[in-house]
Nanobody, 125 residues
């Protein structure tokens, strides 16, 4: 699976941004797709995930209610809609694909098998 992330940029605090992750190379029917982020000087952390079959979603507490993960089956693309952005949301955002999902490990980055290149989101005035 090849993953191509896009849509990052500079946004003011309180603003919105949508990042996308286009997948190719394999059907995603049994995958979980996730978004992680890594801020400067910090470890990579889980943001959100979605089960391709059924569409169940999962969020980190820090983004719940502000971010929404979704998918477009026809486009093989996963989106992360980010609203009410804060400076602490500044990070490189990575999409990832988990081929053999484990419910207990969906929040752990080394559970994921494929990674996109990352897209930078900067929240600043």
């Amino acid at each position: 699976v090849q993953l191509q992330a896009s849509g990052g940029g500079l946004v003011q605090p309180g603003g919105s941004l949508r990042v996308s992750c286009a997948a190719s190379g394999r059907t995603l029917s049994n995958y979980v797709m996730g978004w992680f982020r890594q801020a400067p000087g910090k470890e990579r952390e889980f943001v959100a995930a979605i089960r391709w079959s059924g569409g169940s979603t999962y969020y980190a507490g820090s983004v719940k209610g502000r971010f929404t993960i979704s998918k477009d089956n026809a486009k093989n693309t996963v989106y992360l809609q980010m609203n009410s952005l804060k400076p602490e949301d500044t990070a490189v955002y990575y999409c990832a694909a988990d081929r053999f999902p484990s419910a207990s490990r969906r929040y752990v980055d080394d559970e994921y098998d494929y990674w996109g290149q990352g897209t930078l989101v900067t929240v600043s005035s």
